[in-house]
T-cell receptor, first 114, second 112 residues
């Protein structure tokens, strides 16, 4: 696609429920990143994909968080048994394989756990 | 973990004034990037810097990659109301797999 697409744009869920966040990167971009932005904070790295593999998942906060990428394209970030502290904007970004570190970000998914 | 210290945290200026913000780190970075985030949107890349000492302009924006590779600044000249937003610095460490480290952001407000 023309840009990075994320869905849903907003998600309200009850504490303890599981949620899935989707990211559709720019066509042809092999690198995909997930970041989390809490209210008034900077961007916190979660996980990085190169193709379908995740060489760096060091930022996942706990084992309740997982992510996968299939077909070298769409990625899903799953949060199990959501907690209130998981409330944040989850941003996805993609970049080309040529080492361009200028990511293109999606508009994010605003997750609210009540 | 690695951190970028970005300052100031916020600025409230008059339209037409120049703005300066900077980032410092205790680690050496291979690249420095500056992003702007508007409400409800993801950050958008403004300027990318790839070499120590590099000075790059993009319209009214000028950014520099510090000689020590541990700092960068962004200047905005003759600010206008649409400059309002949150500005983030970001850097790529030599040992990283593509991950960017982000500063905490500078919130800019411009009074017409």
């Amino acid at each position: 696609g023309a840009g990075v697409s994320q869905s849903p744009s907003n998600k309200v869920t009850e504490k303890g429920k599981d949620v899935e966040l989707r990211c559709d990167p720019i066509s042809g971009h092999t690198a995909l990143y997930w970041y989390r932005q809490s209210l008034g904070q900077g961007l916190e790295f979660l996980i990085y994909f190169q193709g379908n593999s995740a060489p760096d998942k060091s930022g996942l906060p706990s084992d309740r968080f997982s992510a996968e990428r299939t077909g070298g394209s769409v990625s899903t970030l799953t949060i199990q048994r959501t907690q209130q502290e998981d409330s944040a904007v989850y941003l996805c970004a993609s970049s080309s394989v040529t080492g361009d570190y200028g990511y293109t970000f999606g508009s994010g998914t605003r997750l609210t756990v009540v | 973990g690695q951190q970028l210290n970005q300052s100031p945290q916020s600025m409230f200026i008059q339209e037409g004034e120049d703005v300066s913000m900077n980032c410092t780190s205790s680690s050496i970075f291979n690249t420095w990037l500056w992003y702007k985030q508007d409400p409800g949107e993801g950050p958008v890349l403004l300027i990318a810097l790839y070499k120590a000492g590099e000075l790059t302009s993009n319209g009214r924006l000028t950014a520099q990659f510090g000689i020590t590779r541990k700092d960068s600044f962004l200047n905005i000249s003759a600010s206008i109301p649409s400059d309002v937003g949150i500005y983030f610095c970001a850097g790529h460490l030599p040992s990283n797999t593509g991950k960017l480290i982000f500063g905490q952001g500078t919130t800019l407000q411009v009074k017409p």
